[in-house]
């Protein structure tokens, strides 16, 4: 049991959604602050082929100097699988596509498919990430190269 | 979510599942060209401003153009993770993910558009409907089959 009514549990459901979308659109769009600003300080990411990211700052760090002004990102997320653990904990799996391109060149160096296991915690009435792991089910490396 | 939010609880639920409602039926009527439907999603006084074609401020305007644009193409429009947030009982924004694509014959010739970017939107509540008043589309991204020219021109 969580504590929380139906209608409680309806609407945290509504705001980690509208986390995870501001966060695929911060990715997206190369918005730094914002998607710092979605994480909590503990957030730990783990992403296959990258070591674990231990704090928020140590993951911008990485993500910047991974994306910025480097690679063009498409990141959209489907069909979310969240529960609760109590009021102020919940857990999402996601649906996900990404694509990610060089950005000079425009060519398509990965298009990938997965899922996002994430955990979520309501700190001083926000709700914020708190660790994301991408477990992908399909990475097409340079599927358009044609050499 | 605070007391000082303009809608709350199951007010909120039905709120957000309607305007979530009225977009999807937007992107259906577009890909199907149900064009009586897409003008009643519309408030007359809605405004669009779309990179591939400039800025209409009105829902006829629109229609004229939108009718005109899309009619020798095929075209898929996908929406994802809304982001909807209320100014008042009545007034609501939202942002949403898209891809979009487009396909047409130019010159005898097949022809692609791939495109990714964000919706802005307003919707107001009307009578008991809500409505969009505006959409701005922005894309970050967008590529298309070599030598196409897209958007095709429009024919008067």
Known sequence: MTGMTDIEQLLAIEEIKLLKARRDRACDTQDWALYRALHADHHISHNQGHERWESADVMIENVKALLDKVRTTVHHSHTPDITFESAIKAKGIWGMEDLIFDTDSGELLLHGFGFYHETYEKIDGKWLFTSRQLKRTLVRERPEARD | MSDLEPLSGAARLLAIEEICRLKARRDRACDTKDWVLYEALHAPDHVSENGDYGRWTSAAEMMVNVRKSMENLVTLHHSHTPEIEFDSPIHARGIWAMEGMSFWQQDGQNHWFQAFGHYFETY?????????????????????SPGAIFPPKITA
Do not use: N, V
């Open chain 2, 124 to 144: 107001d509540k009307r009578g008991y409907r809500w409505l969009f008043t505006s959409r701005a589309l922005k894309y970050y991204h967008s590529r298309r």
